[in-house]
């Protein structure tokens, strides 16, 4: 997987996909700190701040031979924060649902919550999904199981990985085996093909070129 510099993220010239990437869990699980991993290839911080809203970043990367623009959203997990991240589902072509395999609540929450709200506000029926159990690096506190996560996977039709966004152990691999799995449906490429877009963008500023010279002036 080829890294790139996203100096023209704005130039869709640049890559053959857009996808959009949609990181969900309770507060505390560590999101944050697994996007700034992917991101920067550097062990992220232990005090990270929680995330107040949303926040996003983008990366630029080679898969399977494409050219992609990822931008990954990384949502507050905080209860109160609910109405406003709810918005962020709509066009998603990938969804990472991630819980601390340290803490029990966080694994059970996903399905009295977040997969819920996947359900209510995902506009993707095709939308990948990926479960993520993070912090693997406390092996000792651990209190979800492997077994587990594999479990609430099949009965979700979600990907599953294990990870630590601390020692960045599976990092990398989560985002690739996503963005493949992407890469497979038909119908998340085409809405998220740069070549689509461009063709739209082409078909507007031609119809208001047209309308633009019908306009009369009086002589």
């Not at 877009?197 to 119809?207: D, R, V, Y």
Request: net charge positive.
């Amino acid at each position: 997987m080829d890294t790139r510099k996203n100096n023209n993220v704005g130039f869709s010239s640049s890559y053959d996909y857009s996808f959009k990437i949609l990181l969900v869990g309770d507060s505390g699980v560590g999101k944050s700190s697994l996007l700034l991993s992917f991101i920067s290839h550097q062990h992220p911080p232990q005090d990270l701040s929680p995330t107040v809203g949303v926040d996003f970043k983008i990366r630029m990367l080679t898969v399977g031979g494409k050219r992609l623009k990822l931008t990954i959203w990384d949502t507050a997990g905080q209860e109160r924060f609910g109405a406003l991240t709810s918005s962020y589902y709509r066009g998603a072509h990938g969804i990472i649902l991630v819980y601390d395999v340290t803490r029990r609540e966080t694994f059970t929450n996903l399905s009295e919550t977040w997969a819920e709200d996947i359900k209510s506000y995902s506009t993707n029926p095709e939308c990948i999904k990926m479960l993520v159990g993070n912090k693997v690096d406390r092996e000792s506190e651990r209190s979800v199981t492997r077994e587990e996560g594999l479990a609430f996977a099949k009965e979700h039709n979600c990907l599953f990985l294990e990870c630590s966004a601390r020692t960045r152990e599976n990092v990398q691999l989560v985002f690739k085996d996503l963005t493949l799995k992407i890469l497979d449906v038909p119908s998340l490429l085409e809405k998220g093909s740069a070549v689509v877009k461009n063709q739209i963008l082409k078909q507007k500023e031609m119809h208001k070129s047209q309308h633009s010279g019908n306009c009369c002036c009086p002589s």
